[in-house]
């Protein structure tokens, strides 16, 4: 695939990427800076490829088990789900805790942090929502809830009460209180065609395909956002506003023709960031929830995880509006800034028309007679004649011949 055009760029990667988290601290000088990590590996197959995880300038060996979700805090560090793992790392790299989980959940797929860092869900495999604590250094369960039916794709904790949505591939994003863990709605998606939309050509299939919530996030204003599709054709963009006790669906638009995989909401939760399975990434607005800008075919393989601006950034990359990953071994640097436009640029837009009126001027000149004829050929021939002198003429062949 072509590269994104500059200012945006691509950095190569060592191994597949699966996870990818992208916060700012502030920095002993008072300045925001940037802190990411990402994780992937070649998985427990002998590729010869190891699994390790990226915090900074950290590497940190997973073994034979691939991270396959990580997690950034500002104050606490990074939650990564390893296996049957839920780990806890400072931005030093240290381990600092772990909290096994039953292997009949089938392995941990997402976790995150609420925004005071005391409380930690987590979403499993085989659809169990888990509840943490966390103090002293120490994850402590409150509760297991499993009410999805099948595995929980994301998880996030809503910043100004208790409660968290997860969304999963059983076709439902539920509510959760974080704090009891009693599920509070449920979120029923749907990729039904919008009216007037005309249906995708695709093969047919024999039985209904199952509906796939592969993300989740919560807006400024408590809203729920949602992206849902089935293993192939569009994917739909819903927002889901609280009435009395239910969520309620108050807008969709489909948001890609083919499935989407990753989802993230910009800190400042103004806009949201979608990775498709064709390995196009597109920036949208959270209140008309139309496109701001897309980056068709950043990656050779579908978009695994996706990263949105946190609210401060450091210099480094002050002009970056998301950050994308895959398993083709590419982290892309996507900013909707143009590319300055430069002095050579400048100069031909400011001449051209000059050059253009000079000749418009000559030719008018030289061949005004046949202009007032309105025939095309004499026209045609006289303006030729004008620019390239017949091979009768002697002298030179271009004006003033």
């Known amino acids: 695939m072509p590269p994104p055009k500059p200012p945006s760029y691509i950095n190569p990667t060592s191994f597949p990427i699966f996870s990818l988290s992208w916060i700012t601290t502030t920095s002993p000088s008072n300045e925001p800076a940037s802190q990411i990590a990402y994780s992937g590996g070649g998985g427990s197959a002998k590729t010869g490829v190891g699994n390790s995880i990226i915090l900074n300038t950290h590497k940190i060996d997973t073994g034979e088990q691939i991270c396959v979700n990580v997690n950034l805090h500002p104050l606490r560090g990074m939650l990564a789900c390893v296996g049957h793992e839920i780990r806890l790392y400072s931005f030093t790299a240290t381990l600092l805790t772990v909290a096994h989980c039953d292997e009949s959940y089938g392995g941990v797929n997402c976790?995150?942090?609420?925004?005071?860092?005391?409380?930690?869900?987590?979403?499993?495999?085989?659809?169990?929502?888990?509840?943490?604590?966390?103090?002293?250094?120490?994850?402590?369960?409150?509760?297991?809830?499993?009410?999805?039916?099948?595995?929980?794709?994301?998880?996030?904790?809503?910043?100004?009460?208790?409660?968290?949505?997860?969304?999963a591939k059983d076709g439902t994003a539920r509510v959760w209180d974080t704090d009891t863990g009693d599920e509070l709605a449920v979120l029923k998606c749907s990729i039904a065609d919008l009216p007037g939309m005309k249906p995708l050509k695709q093969r047919a299939s024999k039985r209904p395909m199952p509906i796939l919530v592969r993300g989740c996030a919560y807006g400024i204003d408590g809203s729920i956002y949602t992206v849902a599709s089935a293993k192939r054709g569009r994917a739909f963009l819903t927002r889901w506003v609280l009435q009395g006790k239910q969520y309620v669906e108050v807008a969709r638009v489909a948001c890609s023709e083919s499935p989407i995989s990753a989802i993230s909401i910009s800190e400042d939760r103004y806009t949201l960031a979608l990775g498709g399975v064709d390995g196009t990434v597109t920036l949208f607005d959270v209140e008309t929830l139309k496109p701001l800008r897309s980056f068709f075919e950043v990656h050779d393989l579908p978009v695994t995880c996706i990263a949105a601006r946190p609210a401060y950034v450091g210099s480094e990359l002050e002009i970056v509006n998301v950050i994308s990953s895959s398993a083709d071994n590419k982290m892309a640097f996507l900013t909707m800034r143009r590319e300055k436009m430069g002095w050579t640029a400048i100069i031909v837009i400011l001449v051209l028309p000059i050059l253009f009126g000079i000749l418009a001027k000559y030719f008018f000149e030289e061949c005004g007679d046949e202009f007032t004829t309105m025939s095309f050929d004499k026209c045609t021939e006289c303006m030729m004649n004008s620019l390239v002198a017949p091979g009768t003429r002697p002298g030179i062949m271009i004006p003033p011949y």
């Open 111 to 167: 976790a995150a942090f609420s925004l005071c860092g005391e409380r930690v869900v987590a979403g499993c495999e085989n659809g169990t929502v888990l509840f943490y604590t966390y103090s002293n250094d120490t994850l402590t369960l409150l509760g297991a809830t499993k009410t999805h039916e099948k595995a929980v794709c994301s998880v996030m904790i809503r910043q100004d009460r208790i409660e968290c949505v997860s969304g």
